[in-house]
């Protein structure tokens, strides 16, 4: 798998160069580096702004310390949205957020590996769907508008991870802050409601082992964007070019 | 706006004449109001317009992020449940008394929960939803 | 002539074939009603195989709808005689189809209630949404085509309106065969292929409904259909049948050699069960090889009813195409890490397996009850009757080759 260069960070931060550059002294503050961490943080965090361009939501998945036969970031997803409802045929159960396990044929080497909507930049989701439920917000986050979804899983057809499912039966247990429910198509929304209060994501809180990392890819001096500069990353089917918001590590 | 008005008047009249039209009697409906006094505009208004603001701030919410909307749905549902069965729904229930009356179908709760929170217990949760 | 004519539509088995029609359809009613009160679960499908029965039936319908339409095309924009009188049929037939799909591909929705958003909430990056405008202005360019054709005083715009339908038609079916063709995440279906083989599937799967709707409604006016036009349109479903083989054979053959997409081909053409068994009897045997010899072998062709035999074993052999297709695309798995070996709790890097149910059936085959209610009711309400003028053919040299 290679990876593909970013199209969407790498013009910002040209634009961003640009606009310092060209604006002179009137942005100057916005030149240092601290202030700009100083807005963004503030960007981010306050509820009455609402997502913002300035800030790509993203995840660094560390497959290293990922422990074979754990599911605690399941688990806490499953509580977080409410994903609670029994189902006859597993294959019609919803998964968000599901662990993998990958074994290279030749050495025998094991990797274990969450996987979820890995929130692309361009998301075949997004483009595919009739109604225009399936959007990206300003942030980076993929959602399903639910109020326009019709339920036709051409989304499903379009993704190529296999993140998105549909419900099968009629809900009544849902946690009041995630709405969900029968007919239409759902998926990981990095916890959407939880990230606009400026905390993480359920699992990545959950995980015992430190494997996941959560953080906005833009910032240049956030953790993930300095690990993701620093570290090999890999994007699944990064030849699909998709510009993924979740990164993995060691595989 | 003269539209607006004509509307009303015509809604006005429908519930008016609703009684003595119908001879099966739709029992009028009968609300209770847990925390009067309280609610983010007057009953007039929110009577006529509930629903743009709730269209409103859910594409907002949605949509941008926006979480701070006067007009909640979390907001509703926790200031109207009822005491008894801690939700708007069911018999007596804020939204379904009057939505049975109009006879205006609600798909809110095809997704959203219509319990309020406070009322929420372990026990409900565990029940998990008929198959 | 034709007050006659209609008149032996209008005795009881009239009301016998409608009521028939009428019930398939309720059953697909019944289907879909049960269907959204359970919700899915009701159905086979799940979060891996989730376009199930309803999708090949649905998207035959549509397919056929735009290809029945070729008849007509023939006779107004390529200027066949013999053809010309068959327009009105024609384009009924590819209104009826085309309805019918539709009905089942909509009430199989999620969210049937939300029908109107579908409507008003259109993105046009969207191959479906593109959709929403192709099928629509389907209907009414063939209902204008249709009453051009069967109004005299209209006549002389049949032409115009005839070749603008032939060109939507295409569109149309690119459209729908674009709805697989830009996948890109799906090893099945991401290929430039499937729009042009979809036209040429639409081509025989059009004109095998055709003759046996032309079939049936001569059975009902006691008439035989005239042996030179007979041979005529069956060598003409022959020639369609001959030319989707070859998009197949090429369509495969290139995700053999080109896309690399042998596990996929082994699973589909080998390994995959079902899947092979239907691609293999029912499409390649049943669907091609039999029809191929019964409408080209001459004894076979000068049998009565060898076509309507044709016809019938050319849309199963579609069915079974769209279903290898379609369910077997997605029966698959995605492969995400490429190499590895892969396993999860949501069945990753497992094949899938599918059954239909009761329900999603009785939705499926509703579509082709409504197909069939509808048709029927606008031939006993119109005249969308075949007349030959024999002499006139025959003076034309229209029936000489
Ligand atoms: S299922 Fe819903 S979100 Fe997915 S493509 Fe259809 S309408 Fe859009």
Not at chain 2, 52 to 77: F, P, W, Y
Not at chain 3, 43 to 68: D, E, K, R, T
Not at chain 3, 299 to 306: D, E, I, K, Y
Request: hydrophobic share 45%; net charge positive; aromatic share 8%.
């Amino acid at each position: 798998m290679n990876e593909p260069r970013d199209p969407v960070d790498n013009p910002s931060r040209r634009g961003f160069v640009g606009a310092a550059a060209a604006a002179g002294a009137g942005l100057g503050v916005l030149a240092l580096a601290p202030g700009l961490h100083l807005v963004e943080v503030s960007e981010a965090n306050a509820p009455s702004a609402g997502a913002s361009s300035k800030v790509r939501w993203g995840m660094l998945i560390d497959t290293n310390k990922c422990s074979s036969g754990c599911d605690a970031c399941v688990k806490a997803c499953a509580s977080e949205n409410g994903i609670n409802e029994t189902v006859r045929d597993p294959r019609q159960a919803s998964q968000w957020i599901r662990k993998i396990e990958l074994k290279e044929p030749r050495s025998g080497r094991e990797h274990s590996l969450p996987m979820m909507c890995q929130h692309c930049a361009h998301p075949p989701c997004v483009d595919v769907c009739p109604t225009g439920a399936s959007m990206k917000r300003a942030d980076g986050i993929v959602l399903v508008d639910r109020h326009t979804c019709i339920g036709c899983r051409y989304c499903m057809l379009a993704c190529p991870y296999k993140a998105r499912s549909f419900v099968h039966l009629r809900l009544t247990e849902q946690n009041p802050e995630v709405p969900r429910g029968i007919g239409c198509v759902e998926s990981c929304t990095f916890c959407v409601q939880r990230v606009d209060k400026g905390l993480k994501p359920a699992c990545v809180e959950a995980c015992p082992e430190g494997a996941m990392l959560f953080g906005d890819l833009k910032d240049p001096n956030s953790e993930i964007a300095r690990r993701i500069a620093q570290e090999k990353t890999t994007q699944v089917r990064g030849d699909l070019r998709l510009d993924l918001g979740v990164r993995y590590q060691g595989i | 706006m003269a539209i607006m008005k004509r509307t009303l008047v015509g809604l006005a009249a429908i519930l008016l004449l609703a009684p003595i039209c119908a001879t099966a009697g739709v029992p009028k409906p009968n609300l209770t109001i847990e925390n009067p006094g309280q609610c983010i505009a007057p009953v007039q208004e929110m009577r006529v317009n509930h629903m743009k603001m709730l269209n409103h701030s859910r594409d907002r919410a949605l949509r941008q992020g926006v979480r701070t909307e006067k007009a909640n749905l979390i907001g509703c549902i926790d200031c109207h449940a009822s005491k008894e069965t801690g939700s708007v729904m069911g018999k007596g229930g804020f939204c379904e008394e009057c939505h049975t009356y109009t006879a205006v179908k609600l798909d809110c709760w095809d997704c959203h929960q219509p319990k309020s929170a406070r009322f929420r217990t372990g026990a409900a949760a565990a029940e998990g939803a008929k198959p | 002539m034709q007050s006659e004519l209609n008149n032996r539509l209008e005795g009881p088995t009239f009301y016998v074939l409608a009521g028939i029609g009428a019930l398939i359809s309720l059953i697909g009613v019944a289907g879909a009603i049960y269907m959204g009160q359970h919700g899915h679960q009701a159905s086979g499908m799940n979060n891996q195989i989730f376009w199930g029965m309803p999708h090949v039936f649905a998207i035959f319908l549509i397919v056929a709808a735009s290809g029945v339409l070729n008849v007509a095309s023939i006779g107004t924009v390529f200027g066949k005689q013999a053809y010309k009188s068959r327009g009105p049929l024609s384009g009924l037939l590819a209104i009826t189809l085309l309805a019918a799909g539709l009905f089942v591909i909509m009430l199989d929705l999620g969210r049937v209630d939300r029908l109107i958003i579908a409507m008003t909430h259109v993105n046009w990056v969207s191959v479906f949404g593109w959709n929403m405008v192709l099928y629509p202005v389907f209907f009414g360019l063939v209902g204008v085509y249709v009453w051009v054709l069967m109004d005299r005083k209209m006549y002389a715009y049949s032409k115009p309106v005839g070749i603008a339908a032939f060109i939507w038609r295409l569109v149309m079916t690119t459209g729908t065969g674009s709805i697989f063709g830009f996948m890109v995440a799906r090893q099945a279906y991401h290929s430039a292929l499937i729009a042009p083989m979809f036209i040429v599937m639409s081509l025989a799967w059009g004109l095998a409904i055709f003759l046996l709707f032309q079939r049936a409604m001569y059975c009902w006016h006691n008439m035989e259909l005239n042996e030179e036009i007979r041979r005529r349109l069956g060598n003409l479903l022959g020639v369609f049948i001959a030319a989707v083989f070859y998009f197949v054979l090429v369509y495969h053959l290139t995700n053999i050699y080109f896309a690399k997409q042998t596990g996929f081909e082994h699973f589909i053409l080998v390994s995959g069960g079902v899947f092979p068994q239907l691609f293999w009897g029912g499409f390649v045997l049943l669907g091609t090889a039999i029809p191929l010899l019964l409408l080209f072998v001459p004894a076979l062709q000068r049998m009565r009813g060898s076509e309507i035999v044709a016809a019938v074993l050319t849309v199963g052999g579609g069915l079974c195409f769209l279903y290898v297709f379609i369910i077997g695309g997605q029966a698959y798995p995605l492969d995400m890490f490429p190499g590895m070996e892969v396993r999860s709790s949501f069945f990753d890097g497992q094949i899938d397996h599918y059954v239909p149910s009761l329900p999603e059936m009785m939705l499926a085959i509703g579509g082709f009850g409504v197909a069939f209610t509808l048709t029927l009711i606008a031939v006993r309400v119109l005249r969308f009757m075949p007349e030959d003028d024999l002499a006139k053919l025959k003076a034309s040299g229209a029936l000489r080759d």
